[in-house]
């Protein structure tokens, strides 16, 4: 019913456009100031978006035809309308109300010509008047809640791919769905990962040469990883490539098995294929069309623990690894392995831009990443050859490098796998760089890196047992207040910055101290300008050639999402969604809440222009005290395996020791911890399960998960002595 209404409304929208177009181009042809480009008209419009529009992404000035503008994913735009100088009069021009249920926003907006398809958390998909923020259609996919629990860090979603009339999208619980870009009605979809065995989507898809090109993450749950290619027009499935090697002697069918068995099988150990390995493909994605090679980065080894995946030992091919195929047939054609055998969860998942630059008098060819390792690493893009890497930023897993292979030298001390004892990792599983993509201005030759500081100490669990819901990494991850050495290395490296890097001479070029580490992804342009928002609430502007804070803006939100540029009718535009969240959000406990705005975290779509004057949505007060938590009456054994539980089942979600980065419901507060019925009837019973708090009862005994309530309110209480709650007095006690 709704696709009818819909498809009314923009059957009789051509006549509408072609008037308005006809009366706005004679009025722009002659006031465009000149630093709008007047750029091809090929690929204005998404039915006339082809592959030849997506290899020439660069040539569009106002477009942002594809996730990272262009299949190089450099995230430069050539307009200049918005500048260093006039910067300080941007305003809002409109804004989109996401709504929902407060959960992360991490997409990149395409724009071609002036519509806009943005996505939002559960994979929703939004097509939108670029101009106006009048809503043209939208998409529900209608994720189940319960796939929640089955991903590491919200049901974020990066973006769509746009290509002849269609847009794609990949959806949380793991469906791979082509949209009619006018009607938002589905032309196909295709499952290619399931949610029930712990694969989720966040990534956008990338559309080359006629195929849709789609990852999967899972690699906290003791997963393989795979990239698969869809004929776009049909959904059927080309291709699949397996990043880590199966079962021996059984064949997958697909490109992957012969470079599996040559040359990754006999980097494993053990019987791995029963913990999965590892190597999703949850993200990083490039194309280079001279060349003909995809390039896929592959998150960390899974389980995390190197002991419990592959006795400890060998490279285990493809994790934590660049590789470079070809889209039209997924053949192996080069890899670049990071972290040998990665026990730390530093994934090589992260964008990788492509660009030619001169280096030591040679003009190379190159592939730049800065991955979760902190080492900013490039490579030859043509052989996969090593170029060279630097650290950006703190770090002490490794301790050199070799300068001929790349192949890093671990801290030996680092494997608290095999050595059995704790180790205290800069940087954490968080990364020095997560997803939050950076940009590389050609103009500049700078890359613009958001750069997080932070520690964690990884420890081995005594016993790897499968579970059923939840995190998978055979490690035991310590309550902060028990660390008292994480606690003091994290006061000294819980920050984040946004840094300009030289990737020629492999040396910073300047940093902006941003203060909070968990923050937004940049954008660059020939304004000599560099975007980005934190998880503060606020979106700014930097000089991009020394880093100089130029403008800044209250959102009353915090923002992990990328930012774009675009310009329609000669007027640029830069849009950026709020909604704070992600891995550190949710699982980091103390450290999120007190490094976020912490303002409910209502989302937005924020569209800027130089003299708009829309407020800006501010999001209703927070209750500003809770209640009094139940007194506490179980002993301390049953508060310490109530810890031991709630660390290894709730913490990734509700956050370290029981308190919430601010996402998701802090327990300490709800109303069912002094009710032990429904405490039961949500854990076990799944009562909670159509808002993403799935059934703990395969894995948790009704004894087990009332320990549980008991050290929250063990914590609720101790927490309030440290007052770190405000509370309400009690209220006079009710039935139940
Ligand atoms: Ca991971």
Request: net charge positive.
């Amino acid at each position: 019913m709704m696709d009818r209404t819909i498809g009314v409304r923009l059957r009789a929208l051509p006549i509408m456009v072609l008037l308005t177009m006809s009366a706005t181009a004679a009025a722009a042809a002659s006031q465009v100031p000149p630093e709008v480009h007047q750029t091809a008209t090929a690929c204005r419009s998404a039915s006339a978006v082809d592959g030849s529009c997506l290899v020439h992404a660069q040539r569009y000035d106002n477009e942002w035809l594809t996730y990272g503008r262009t299949y190089n994913q450099q995230r430069f735009s050539p307009l200049r309308q918005i500048n260093a100088q006039n910067v300080n009069n941007l305003g809002l021009a409109w804004y989109y109300d996401i709504g929902g249920d407060h959960r992360v926003q991490e997409s990149t907006p395409l724009v071609v010509g002036d519509v806009m398809y943005v996505t939002a958390a559960w994979s929703r998909v939004i097509a939108l008047n670029a101009t106006t923020g009048k809503v043209l259609w939208t998409f529900d996919p209608h994720v189940p809640r319960e796939s929640g629990a089955h991903g590491c860090c919200g049901p974020a979603n990066r973006g769509v791919a746009v290509w002849r009339g269609r847009v794609f999208v990949g959806t949380y619980d793991g469906r791979l769905i082509a949209l009619s870009a006018a009607t938002g009605r589905m032309i196909w979809s295709v499952r290619t990962a399931s949610w029930r065995n712990d694969y989720t989507i966040t990534g956008a898809p990338l559309v080359v040469k006629g195929r849709v090109i789609i990852g999967n993450g899972g690699g906290e749950f003791a997963n393989r990883g795979y990239v698969t290619a869809y004929d776009a027009r049909t959904g059927k499935e080309d291709w699949r490539f397996y990043t880590v090697p199966g079962k021996p002697g059984v064949r997958d069918g697909q490109p992957s098995d012969g470079v599996l068995n040559r040359i990754a099988r006999p980097t494993w150990h053990g019987q791995y294929w029963k913990v999965g390995g590892g190597g999703t493909v949850w993200d990083g994605l490039s194309y280079d069309p001279r060349l003909d090679l995809l390039y896929v980065g592959t998150d960390n080894g899974s389980p995390w623990n190197g002991e419990v995946r592959s006795q400890g030992r060998g490279a285990n091919l493809f994790i934590t690894s660049i590789l470079a195929l070809r889209p039209e047939t997924g053949q192996y054609v080069w890899h670049f392995q990071e972290v040998p055998g990665d026990v730390w969860d530093y994934s090589a998942t992260q964008q990788m831009i492509l660009a030619n630059l001169r280096i030591g008098g040679r003009d190379r060819r190159v592939l730049m990443q800065a991955p979760k390792d902190g080492l900013f690493v490039i490579v030859d893009r043509a052989t996969g050859k090593f170029i060279s890497a630097k650290p950006f930023t703190d770090i002490n897993w490794a301790l050199g490098i070799n300068p001929r292979t790349g192949r890093p030298k671990e801290n030996p001390q680092a494997f608290y796998d095999i050595r059995k004892r704790r180790w205290l990792a800069i940087p954490g599983p968080g990364g020095a760089h997560n997803w939050q993509p950076m940009s590389y201005d050609p103009r500049t030759g700078l890359v613009y890196l958001p750069v997080m500081d932070a520690a964690f100490t990884y420890a081995a669990a005594k016993h790897f047992v499968r579970r059923s819901v939840g995190w998978n990494t055979g490690d035991h991850f310590i309550p902060l207040p028990e660390n008292p050495a994480a606690i003091h290395a994290i006061e000294k490296h819980l920050t984040g910055y946004l840094v300009a890097w030289n990737p020629r001479t492999q040396r910073q070029a300047w940093a902006a101290q941003i203060g909070t580490p968990w923050n937004g992804g940049v954008v660059s342009t020939a304004g000599n300008l560099v975007f980005q928002g934190d998880s503060m609430g606020r979106f700014a502007a930097f000089r991009a050639t020394d880093g100089k804070r130029l403008w800044t803006v209250a959102t009353h939100t915090g923002i992990v999402a990328p930012p774009i540029t675009y310009a329609v009718d000669g007027q640029q535009y830069v849009a950026v969604e709020t909604g704070w969240g992600g891995a550190f959000a949710l699982a980091a406990g103390k450290l999120a809440r007190d490094t976020q705005i912490n303002q409910g975290n209502v989302p937005h779509l924020l569209v800027f222009k130089l003299g708009g004057h829309v407020a800006m949505p501010v999001p209703p007060p927070r209750p500003a005290r809770w209640p009094l938590p139940p007194k506490l009456t179980a002993d301390s054994g049953t508060v310490a395996q109530g810890r031991a539980h709630y660390q290894q089942f709730c913490s990734a979600c509700h956050g370290d020791s029981a308190v919430s980065g601010g996402v998701l419901p802090d327990l300490r507060h709800v109303a069912a911890l002094g009710v032990p019925a429904l405490w039961q009837r949500i854990v076990r019973g799944g009562a909670l399960r159509s808002g993403g708090m799935v059934s703990f009862a395969s894995d948790l005994t009704a004894a087990q998960a009332e320990s549980i309530r008991d050290y929250v309110i063990y914590r609720a209480n101790e927490t309030l002595r440290q007052a770190e709650l405000p509370t309400s007095p009690p209220q006079p006690a009710r039935r139940h």
